[in-house]
């Protein structure tokens, strides 16, 4: 009886050796942020966008290829940003003409659900963006 006791234990304890690891968690939960603006350049394609988390706290995120930065932001910068971006938004959107029929596209801009593509040709529309690009990229 003892040695039935004694092969029971030590059968069980032998299963009990193997543990599942766990599996590798997300740390982008769409729940708990929000995408303010972002910048998609088709050419160079890299995908720069500011988000907002749950906690009121602000991220600069580049994607580039499979890598992607993460700069966080003071929410002071983040809303000259936010400011500046939606500025240029809306004059590329509202003010400047755009190239009518089919085109190329090089730039495709967001600003909280809205959403715009600029075309290769309509150069005044890229004059107007590439600043705020090339500030943003010095950032990486």
């Given at each position: 009886m003892r040695t039935w006791i004694v092969l029971f234990l030590i059968s069980f304890g032998a299963m009990a050796q193997h543990a599942a690891q766990p599996e590798k968690e997300s740390t982008s939960d769409l729940r708990s942020s929000l995408s303010i603006f972002?910048?998609?350049?088709?050419?160079?394609?890299?995908?720069?966008?500011l988000e907002r988390t749950a906690n009121l706290d602000y991220f600069l995120r580049l994607k580039d290829d499979d890598d992607e930065s993460i700069r966080k932001v003071d929410s002071r910068d983040?809303?000259?940003?936010?400011?500046?971006?939606?500025?240029?938004?809306?004059?590329?959107q509202y003010e400047l003409p755009a190239s009518e029929g089919k085109c190329e596209v090089t730039l495709r801009l967001s600003l909280k659900g809205e959403s715009q593509e600029v075309c290769k040709k309509d150069d005044k529309k890229t004059q107007e963006i590439k600043p705020f690009l090339d500030a943003i990229g010095k950032r990486f």
């Open positions: 972002s910048i998609e350049d088709t050419d160079s394609e890299k995908i720069y966008w983040a809303k000259k940003l936010e400011m500046d971006f939606a500025s240029r938004f809306l004059k590329i």
